[in-house]
């Protein structure tokens, strides 16, 4: 999608700090933390939110989620622990519509929302 940010970061049009990198997916610290940790892991498919998911998406999920864990253990954040949160549409927050994840830790979260 020509006019989205997060496809523009997977380009290279946007520069970001690229914390992992392969044929599905991209991730990358947030331009704006809220925790000391906060990175976005994004599909390179344009995906706007959870809404567009379908079964043909199962395997790129596991893998995002998958792989969310194996940057928490590069981070040295595992075994403290971290969340890993998906806001889909307004009312949850999201501000950019290409389906992403936060990867939050690196402090004690005790609410929820
Ligand atoms: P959400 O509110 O769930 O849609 O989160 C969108 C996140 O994207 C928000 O935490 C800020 C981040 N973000 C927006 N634009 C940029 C950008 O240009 N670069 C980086 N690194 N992060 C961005």
Redo the contacts with the bound molecule.
Sequence with gaps: MSDC?FCK?INGD?P??KVYEDELIYA?????P?APV?I?IIPKEHICCANELNDSHKELIGHIILTATKIAKAEGIAEDGYRLVN?CGEN?????FHI?F?LLAGEKFDRMV
Excluded: E
Excluded at 28 to 32: K, L, P, V
């Design positions: 940010i970061i946007i970001s700090q990358f610290r947030d331009i704006n809220v906060h976005l806001n949850a927050g999201q501000t950019v992403h936060h």
